[in-house]
Nanobody, 122 residues
Framework: QVQLVESGGGSVQAGGSLNVSCAAS????????MGWFRQAPGKGREIVAR???????EYADSVKGRFTISKDNVKITLYLEMNSLKPEDTAIYYC????????????????WGRGTQVTVSS
């Protein structure tokens, strides 16, 4: 079993910054792929960013240059630094983890957190 607990998020005006974190526990190790997904009201879940077991980050085009994903391999904690936020970034942000990076990339990760709300006002 793997537990993922998100924290951070909140409300900010457009152009502002927010950080979210995801603390992992249980039978997980540094080689798991981890990522951030989001789901806006009335829309499907989409990948925001992911980081493979080798530490290579990948980003959705919509957040490139504004968001930074990182991972503490000792604490097994995932971070997402969000800058230049836009109203369209408003969503619930979910942390996900899987041993299989392809599974995670396709939104089929085995483990998910409960999510944290990010709201960006114009």
């Amino acid at each position: 079993q793997v537990q993922l607990v998100e924290s951070g998020g909140g409300s900010v005006q457009a152009g502002g910054s927010l950080n979210v974190s995801c603390a992992a526990s249980g039978t997980i190790n540094r080689y798991y792929s981890m990522g951030w997904f989001r789901q806006a009201p009335g829309k499907g879940r989409e990948i925001v960013a992911r980081i493979n077991g080798n530490g290579r980050p990948e980003y959705a085009d919509s957040v490139k240059g504004r968001f930074t994903i990182s991972k503490d391999n000792v604490k097994i904690t995932l971070y997402l630094e969000m800058n230049s936020l836009k109203p369209e970034d408003t969503a619930i942000y979910y942390c996900a983890a899987d041993e299989n990076s392809a599974q995670l990339a396709h939104g089929l990760a085995q483990w998910w957190g409960r999510g944290t709300q990010v709201t960006v006002s114009s």
